[in-house]
């Protein structure tokens, strides 16, 4: 890879917005140079990083709350996104990390069921991730927003 590519590189990585909708981003500014941020993922590792935090300093949740957290924490940044992606209305950032930090929540436990061997558990929050992209997906063929969204 050449140096010059490492930048456009490095800024696809991170913020996954195209220059024209980069206030969907977080900008940060260090030594001159430019750190653009994806909101929504940010919020997504926030979140992850809390769960694990709280994991490891022995949090403890019943399998009825595992299973109620993972079919809920998702939504909001599900409507957030699919509502501003079909363009009924335009989210702001503090939308975005606060939807990605619950959605970043529901992903920390769904990795947690896997790495405390709740296989089961681990399946059924499996069945209820393609629940969701089921739902996305019959909006998307229904509204035609994964077109304007890639073009």
Not at 11 to 19: E, V
């Amino acid at each position: 890879m050449k140096n010059e590519d490492k930048p456009s590189l490095m800024f696809f990585l991170l913020s996954h917005h195209r220059p024209e909708k980069l206030h969907r981003t977080i900008h940060i500014c260090i030594k001159r140079r430019h750190l653009y941020l994806c909101a929504r993922c940010t919020g997504i590792w926030m979140g992850m990083l809390s769960i694990f935090i709280a994991s490891l300093l022995g949090l403890d949740l019943p399998l009825w709350l595992y299973l109620l957290l993972l079919t809920v924490l998702p939504a909001p940044a599900m409507i957030d996104w699919t509502t501003q992606s079909c363009k009924i209305r335009e989210s702001k950032n503090l939308i975005r990390v606060g939807t990605g930090f619950l959605l970043g929540i529901g992903w920390g436990l769904f990795f947690l069921l896997l790495a405390k061997s709740m296989l089961y558990l681990f399946l059924v929050g499996l069945m209820i991730l393609c629940a969701y992209i089921l739902l996305v997906y019959v909006i998307a063929l229904k509204t035609n927003f994964l077109n304007d969204y890639f073009n």
